[in-house]
């Protein structure tokens, strides 16, 4: 058949309402292929409905208000929660690490060897508890008429510039810094409210505490002399003799252990040693020199009672002059101890000092070069040869110079408690025959600080630690009431999106 007849037949068979198989065919594939666009775009819109979705779910959006604590009727949200349990974990986090908590296995690792806590349970649990006693410590102020004012309020916003300083320095927007703080939950206005309450909750405890707890100078001698043995400084000084057999290996480097008798043999030539040093002692010779030549360690830091030295300093019945070889099987060792004296601590339980502190900033080097501590120390040198002898003078170079957050109140730390500061800082501060005016330069992990010494407080240390142990001990038991006296609901459905 010709092509035009065979048209031409296609034409009846369609005008007769027959149907074209070819047109038919075409039509079949394009109606499949219509089919495929729809199904492909249908399953293309669930995919990205599902992205979407876990992108708006991973945001936190939907957690974020559901409700995961409720105290006296009041509720507080996951994100609410999540801030002040990664406060609890951010706290704690250094101190469990170094004991073995692995922080990507919160929910799963034992707290403490316990089998019915995790870590996850333990810091769900503090946070509650902070909860209960922020809840009740707010709702205390405002029946007394405490709210917070323009001080406490600047309060806030120190610790929010302070949130975004460490921000910007880490690479993070602000938000994604608190996020990553606070988990995804969290929002700025939820982090500046908890802040408020915060501030409020401490402003109150502050206030309860100077009306409530007030004690007198018969009470802080009481306390005292019921915790010598806490405040008293010893005069003293021990050596320490290792009587730990010497370490082996065997042919591939591995430790070998001792044996009963090796270790038997080591105690005993410790013992050996420990009473030639001593004989060598009384007869005149200097105990650490002794201790240099046996190749022992010498120390005048004497621990605490607990331990077996501890017990021997601190027994009551010590006096000037004793001495003594103890044997502390637990540590395989013997020590060597002199007891010179024992007194309470007079010292000025506060002080303040002006310093400039002066690190590589300091410095105008090019952008390859690194500053040596000889430079640092030369720097602090320099300034302190332009100063004018007073102490405004000393003020303005740490205004000037100084690279610490105080710069701007002259340098000045004032009324700081003993035990404060780190150690090289406070040593020169409690230097023998430190006085008023005297300056020097002290070296820490910090820099170098350029020391103005301003003076010491009134009362002494054994006074004022006495009376802080007395208030922090009733504080405690205030806290612990409020806690005990609040009631909390945990939603265990909201309570899983935290953490």
């Given at each position: 058949?010709?092509?035009?007849?065979?048209?031409?037949?296609?034409?009846?068979?369609?005008?007769?309402?027959?149907?074209?198989?070819?047109?038919?065919?075409?039509?079949?594939?394009?109606?499949?292929?219509?089919?495929?666009?729809?199904?492909?775009?249908?399953?293309?819109?669930?995919?990205?409905?599902?992205?979407?979705?876990?992108?708006?779910?991973?945001?936190?959006?939907?957690?974020?208000?559901?409700?995961?604590?409720?105290?006296?009727?009041?509720?507080?949200?996951?994100?609410?929660?999540?801030?002040?349990?990664?406060?609890?974990?951010?706290?704690?986090?250094?101190?469990?690490?170094?004991?073995?908590?692995?922080?990507?296995?919160?929910?799963?690792?034992?707290?403490?060897?316990?089998?019915?806590?995790?870590?996850?349970?333990?810091?769900?649990?503090?946070?509650?508890?902070?909860?209960?006693?922020?809840?009740?410590?707010?709702?205390?102020?405002?029946?007394?008429?405490?709210?917070?004012?323009?001080?406490?309020?600047?309060?806030?916003?120190?610790?929010?510039?302070?949130?975004?300083?460490?921000?910007?320095?880490?690479?993070?927007?602000?938000?994604?810094?608190?996020?990553?703080?606070?988990?995804?939950?969290?929002?700025?206005?939820?982090?500046?409210?908890?802040?408020?309450?915060?501030?409020?909750?401490?402003?109150?405890?502050?206030?309860?505490s100077e009306e409530n707890f007030v004690y007198t100078d018969e009470d802080i001698q009481a306390y005292y002399d019921e915790h010598k043995d806490t405040?008293?400084?010893?005069?003293?000084?021990?050596?320490?003799?290792?009587?730990?057999?010497?370490?082996?290996?065997?042919?591939?480097?591995?430790?070998?252990?001792?044996?009963?008798?090796?270790?038997?043999?080591?105690?005993?030539?410790?013992?050996?040693?420990?009473?030639?040093?001593?004989?060598?002692?009384?007869?005149?010779?200097?105990?650490?020199?002794?201790?240099?030549?046996?190749?022992?360690?010498?120390?005048?830091?004497?621990?605490?009672?607990?331990?077996?030295?501890?017990?021997?300093?601190?027994?009551?019945?010590?006096?000037?002059?004793?001495?003594?070889?103890?044997?502390?099987?637990?540590?395989?060792?013997?020590?060597?101890?002199?007891?010179?004296?024992?007194?309470?601590?007079?010292?000025?339980?506060?002080?303040?000092?002006?310093?400039?502190?002066?690190?590589?900033?300091?410095?105008?080097?090019?952008?390859?070069?690194?500053?040596?501590?000889?430079?640092?120390?030369?720097?602090?040198?320099?300034?302190?040869?332009?100063?004018?002898?007073?102490?405004?003078?000393?003020?303005?170079?740490?205004?000037?110079?100084?690279?610490?957050?105080?710069?701007?109140?002259?340098?000045?730390?004032?009324?700081?408690?003993?035990?404060?500061?780190?150690?090289?800082?406070?040593?020169?501060?409690?230097?023998?025959?430190?006085?008023?005016?005297?300056?020097?330069?002290?070296?820490?992990?910090?820099?170098?600080?350029?020391?103005?010494?301003?003076?010491?407080?009134?009362?002494?240390?054994?006074?004022?630690?006495?009376?802080?142990?007395?208030?922090?001990?009733?504080?405690?038991?205030?806290?612990?009431?409020?806690?005990?006296?609040?009631?909390?609901?945990?939603?265990?459905?909201?309570?899983?999106?935290?953490?």
């Amino acid at each position: 058949m010709s092509a035009s007849r065979e048209k031409k037949k296609r034409q009846e068979l369609l005008a007769n309402g027959a149907v074209d198989p070819k047109a038919a065919r075409e039509a079949e594939k394009k109606a499949a292929e219509r089919k495929s666009n729809i199904l492909y775009g249908t399953v293309a819109a669930i995919f990205v409905i599902v992205a979407v979705a876990l992108v708006v779910y991973n945001s936190g959006i939907f957690q974020r208000n559901q409700t995961a604590v409720t105290i006296d009727g009041e509720k507080y949200t996951v994100a609410e929660t999540g801030y002040y349990y990664n406060q609890v974990y951010q706290n704690y986090a250094s101190f469990y690490s170094a004991m073995g908590m692995d922080p990507s296995a919160l929910k799963s690792q034992p707290y403490g060897g316990s089998d019915d806590m995790t870590y996850d349970d333990f810091f769900k649990e503090s946070a509650v508890d902070n909860m209960k006693y922020i809840h009740a410590a707010v709702k205390a102020a405002g029946e007394a008429g405490i709210s917070l004012d323009s001080e406490d309020e600047a309060v806030v916003k120190q610790n929010v510039d302070s949130m975004k300083s460490a921000a910007a320095s880490n690479g993070y927007s602000y938000g994604a810094y608190l996020k990553a703080m606070y988990g995804a939950t969290i929002t700025s206005s939820i982090v500046e409210s908890c802040l408020r309450d915060q501030v409020l909750a401490s402003k109150y405890a502050a206030q309860y505490s100077e009306e409530n707890f007030v004690y007198t100078d018969e009470d802080i001698q009481a306390y005292y002399d019921e915790h010598k043995d806490t405040y008293d400084l010893i005069d003293g000084a021990y050596v320490t003799v290792s009587g730990s057999p010497e370490a082996k290996t065997d042919d591939e480097g591995n430790a070998v252990e001792a044996t009963d008798e090796e270790k038997t043999a080591a105690m005993a030539a410790a013992k050996t040693a420990a009473d030639e040093i001593l004989a060598s002692f009384e007869a005149g010779q200097g105990l650490e020199q002794l201790a240099e030549a046996k190749g022992a360690t010498y120390s005048t830091t004497i621990s605490s009672p607990s331990t077996t030295s501890g017990q021997w300093f601190y027994d009551a019945s010590r006096k000037a002059g004793d001495t003594s070889v103890i044997e502390d099987a637990s540590n395989s060792c013997y020590y060597v101890a002199v007891f010179n004296s024992r007194q309470r601590d007079d010292s000025a339980a506060t002080y303040s000092v002006r310093h400039v502190l002066v690190t590589a900033d300091n410095l105008d080097l090019p952008d390859d070069q690194e500053a040596t501590n000889e430079q640092i120390e030369a720097k602090a040198n320099e300034i302190l040869a332009g100063w004018d002898g007073t102490e405004e003078g000393f003020a303005n170079l740490a205004k000037t110079y100084s690279q610490d957050g105080n710069a701007s109140e002259g340098g000045l730390y004032e009324d700081v408690p003993k035990g404060q500061m780190v150690a090289a800082f406070e040593d020169w501060c409690y230097e023998d025959g430190r006085q008023s005016g005297q300056t020097g330069i002290v070296q820490t992990n910090y820099g170098y600080h350029i020391m103005y010494f301003v003076g010491y407080g009134d009362t002494a240390y054994w006074h004022y630690a006495c009376e802080n142990a007395l208030r922090s001990n009733d504080e405690n038991t205030w806290r612990s009431g409020l806690i005990e006296a609040t009631f909390a609901e945990v939603n265990e459905s909201g309570m899983k999106n935290v953490g």
